[in-house]
């Protein structure tokens, strides 16, 4: 009888384990759902529970440990295990499950203090993390995965690399990709020995799914705030989560190119010509000339999509996600890219900026909630190094009797995105993501999270014009 118990409550625990909650919806968009049910702003994700998007669903998860789970138009994909043990690490067990379409993986807490228990499975690979943040897309028996910050391992399945495994997957059929490897993507197939490094974008994952306009930040913003749910959220929809979103078109096939070029034909001598015998007419200018319409350049629109501590948000997110790109989400604020003439990084050469508009809040955690209150930026600091991609940011954040400094560097993609992913917790460091501009003879704007001691955090956006030199 005694052992009957015992195994009855083994059963319940496992059961509990089982039901255990594993994120919560923070943002829909289009047909999705949570099982058998339309997904809501709000909802609580559990363990095991079927995710899936239609042709223009996105759905975003973030996870019990702050970090993200979002699914593109067309996907089906679910979180296995969720199991985090703050007092030892070792005993965190994290599995993600992409069973088609695209998706998209931003490290919480605990999976980066437990990389090694942390594994992401498609129907063809495993995926171990060496970093935070990637893309995934996959069908039955091919999937590609692209790398926004730090690095990934992937596997084949085959050998001692099982489906039902624990954390990545390392030896002779393995491959690693990390952010250093812009442009490159790494591919397995069914059957195939070990994952293949590709170049280019048209096969990425990203580029699975969307054709124009997917979420990736917002617009400018004077005062807002970050609930619980929001909190600490870092979405560099990106880097692309990054551009379209209407459809899932079929994967682009990759061009093989000709090993035969073609002959270069042998160049024909001029015709000489006669000289005219009577000199030419003068071209006469217009009398009215047209005048030409002058270049748009694509703007920036950053700000607070949610109140916060009292005035209403400065756009409707979804709606400007419809007209304009997302490049980033952060808790309250969001960056978007407007539509124009697309920003070129140049080679060399480096600018600075100064703070020129911004908008932050200090978080508090006690406990059960969160109180929000109003911050100012001050002594900010933007410089760009074009030769090297990169950027370095600082700024003063004053709250009512304090003062803190905080700052971060990062990267520049060929499209001016800034993405900096390195703050990691620590106090006085922020996450970063924004964008450059050639609006009004040059700009930049970011959005911003970070912490400031173990109860505290700030959140916010922030808005650049150039340094005079």
């Known amino acids: 009888m005694r052992r009957l118990i015992i195994l009855a409550s083994m059963t319940l625990m496992a059961s509990a384990v089982q039901a255990a909650e594993a994120g919560k919806v923070i943002f829909v968009a289009g047909a999705a759902q949570v099982v058998d049910r339309k997904a809501a702003e709000g909802d609580a994700v559990q363990e095991g529970e079927l995710l899936q998007t239609g042709a223009d669903g996105f759905i975003y998860v973030k996870t019990a440990d702050n970090g993200l789970f979002i699914l593109r138009p067309n996907t089906k994909a679910r979180i296995v295990t969720y199991h985090i043990d703050e007092a030892r690490p070792e ?111 048209s096969v990425a994952p990203e580029a699975q799914v969307l054709p124009n306009g997917a979420p990736v930040a917002a617009a400018p913003g004077r005062n807002g705030a970050l609930n619980s749910v929001e909190m600490n959220l870092d979405i560099k929809k990106n880097e692309q989560v990054v551009a379209n979103v209407n459809g899932q078109p079929k994967p682009t096939p990759i061009p093989i190119p000709d090993p035969t070029p073609n002959p270069t034909p042998d160049p024909v001598p001029p015709v000489p010509v006669e000289p005219p015998l009577t000199p030419p007419v003068p071209t006469v200018p217009p009398i009215n000339p047209v005048p030409t319409e002058p270049v748009r350049h694509a703007g920036i629109l950053w700000g607070r999509w949610e109140r916060v501590t009292g005035p209403a948000p400065d756009f409707a997110l979804e709606l400007e996600m419809t007209r304009n790109q997302l490049v980033g989400v952060s808790g309250n604020f969001a960056i978007l890219r407007k539509p124009g003439q697309e920003y070129v990084v140049p080679e060399r050469g480096d600018m600075g900026f100064k703070l020129a508009d911004s908008e932050a809040y200090i978080y508090t955690n006690f406990g059960s909630t969160y109180i929000a209150a109003d911050a100012m930026l001050s002594n900010g600091k933007l410089d760009v190094d074009f030769g090297k991609r990169s950027f370095a940011t600082s700024f003063d954040l004053s709250g009512k009797d304090e003062k803190f400094k905080f700052r971060a560097d990062g990267t520049i993609g060929p499209d001016g995105t800034l993405y900096g992913d390195n703050a990691d917790g620590r106090a006085g460091r922020m996450n970063v993501q924004g964008m450059l501009s050639n609006e009004k003879g040059g700009a930049a704007a970011y959005i911003f999270d970070g912490r400031i001691d173990d109860r505290r955090t700030v959140n916010g956006g922030t808005y650049w014009t150039p340094e005079a030199r």
Do not use: H, M, Y
């Open 91 to 201: 005993n965190t067990r994290v599995k993600l499950e992409l069973l088609s379409g695209v998706a998209r993986s931003k490290s919480g807490d605990a999976v980066k203090r437990a990389r090694q228990n942390f594994r992401f499975n498609t129907p063809v690979a495993a995926i171990g993390v060496r970093g935070t943040d990637f893309t995934v897309f996959t069908d039955d028996t091919t999937s590609r995965v692209s790398v926004l910050s730090g690095g990934v391992v992937v596997s084949g399945f085959g050998d001692a690399c099982r489906p039902d495994g624990v954390g990545p997957c390392e030896g002779a059929r393995s491959r690693e990709l990390s952010a250093a490897q812009r442009g490159q993507l790494l591919q397995i197939q069914q059957g195939t020995a070990a994952p293949q490094l590709l170049n280019g974008t």
